[in-house]
T-cell receptor, first 116, second 112 residues
Framework: EAGVTQSPTHLIKTRGQQATLRCSPI?????VYWYQQALGLGLQFLLW???????NRGNFPPRFSGRQFPNYSSELNVNALELEDSALYLC???????????????FGPGTRLTVL | KNEVEQSPQNLTAQEGEFITINCSYS?????LHWLQQHPGGGIVSLFM???GKKKHGRLIATINIQEKHSSLHITASHPRDSAVYIC??????????????FGKGTKLSVKP
């Protein structure tokens, strides 16, 4: 069974540009999570999508946004890039999360974004 | 103070040694993950725990919910175990559904 896939592997942008990162979940998984791992800061929760809707968002500015498509794949968009947006962006997926339940998350290989 | 604290930050061991990495957390949780991250960034989920103990090969994870503490043990360590080990918790307070809170990781280096 294929795991979580992310594209591109590496992305280089300049300040002020927009970046689009893509994630395909494991087949049958409906939830997609985005995390940022900036140098020296550890992993931080960015966004959670389930069944096409944004369910929760971390403490990030609105220029971090995304969406989930009907096939459950997801895009993360970062507008007006800043130097500190340089990081590894990880996507994870899990089966449907019902209220008061929790399912294990499976991680993709990540997209390394460099902002010059 | 971080909600998830790991110790030690760095650990160097000789091949064959028994290794313990600790994780303490300060919030109520519904689950705790142990993750492994190799150089290059890819993350592998080793365990998800909500109580007790789990074993997979040479890896053992335990959790004590009352004490808000978990340990990851590696028996007969090998150089291929060299990686960053990350503890992550899924908090159970309102509005947190879905997200994980991560420790800063323990960098393990196993020397041959």
């Amino acid at each position: 069974e294929a795991g979580v896939t992310q594209s591109p592997t590496h992305l280089i942008k300049t300040r002020g540009q927009q970046a689009t990162l893509r994630c395909s979940p494991i087949s049958g998984h409906t939830s997609v999570y985005w995390y940022q791992q900036a140098l020296g800061l550890g992993l931080q929760f960015l966004l959670w999508y389930d069944e096409g809707e944004e369910r929760n968002r971390g403490n990030f500015p609105p220029r971090f946004s995304g969406r989930q498509f009907p096939n459950y794949s997801s895009e993360l968009n970062v507008n007006a890039l800043e130097l500190e947006d340089s990081a590894l962006y990880l996507c994870a997926s899990s089966p449907l999360v019902r209220q008061y339940s929790y399912n294990e998350q499976f991680f993709g290989p990540g997209t390394r974004l460099t902002v010059l | 103070k971080n909600e998830v604290e790991q110790s030690p930050q760095n650990l160097t061991a000789q091949e064959g040694e028994f290794i313990t990495i600790n994780c303490s957390y300060s919030v109520g949780i519904s689950a705790l993950h142990w993750l492994q991250q190799h150089p290059g960034g890819g993350i592998v989920s080793l365990f998800m725990l909500s109580s007790g103990k789990k074993k997979h090969g040479r890896l053992i994870a335990t959790i004590n919910i009352q004490e808000k503490h978990s340990s990851l043990h590696i028996t007969a360590s090998h150089p291929r175990d060299s990686a960053v080990y990350i503890c992550a918790v899924r908090p159970n307070y309102g509005g947190s559904q879905g997200n994980l809170i991560f420790g800063k990781g323990t960098k393990l280096s196993v020397k041959p």
